[in-house]
């Protein structure tokens, strides 16, 4: 390490300015962002200590929702950064993610409309690059029971399976199931593919006694519910 590190490396910082104490001592939410990152970090590189490094890894993708989507094309700048680094972060976002996911199916929400399926699962899968199948299980009261993934397909082919769908919603006990995917492509209009889907899950749903509400395609801040377009 060069003297010009040794004396600008976070180490050599405050005790109570650096980012592991600040949490210990004040909590997570005392901390920016890029603190945060800087703690994932553990280190910085050659020229850069983690708080530089993390600060301009968000210059970069301006907020971790990006940075959760981004390829590991799209780290190349950062040198002396490896894939171990870069798979322990963006492990730490999807841990965020599915924390808020499970605190949903915590609270037992209850969903009333699409609006409310959409608002839950958009920010997760609205800049996805290839397509993802969902399906949301409810009780009788419409509570959330889980949410769970069905099928991650090709940039724009997803292929869920009906039988495993209506198999999960037995073992869950569920009383209905909403469906939603995404288009990478920001396109909303159904393809033949997804109104094929919807017509066999909806006839295996009845034969089951089970509800299907709705099948949603989710773009990037908009989308499709075939309950909707059917009133």
Known sequence: MTEKNKKTGIKSWPKDDRPREKLLKKGPGALSNSELLAIQLRTGVQGNS???????MLDKFGT???MSH????????????GPAKIAQIKAALEIGRRFREDEVVRTKQKI???GDVVNIIMPQIRDLKTEVFKVVYLNSNNGIIDIADAAVGTVNQAAPIV???IHSALQKFAASIICVHNHPSANITPSPEDKKITSELTAACNVMGIRMLDHIIIGDGSYFSFADSAC
């Open 64 to 66: 971790f929702r990006n």
């Open 50 to 56: 983690a708080i530089d490094l993390a600060r301009k």
């Open 163 to 165: 039988r495993e769908i």
């Open 70 to 81: 981004s390829d590991i094309r799209d780290w190349k700048e950062f040198k002396g950064l």
């Open 112 to 114: 009333a409309t699409a």
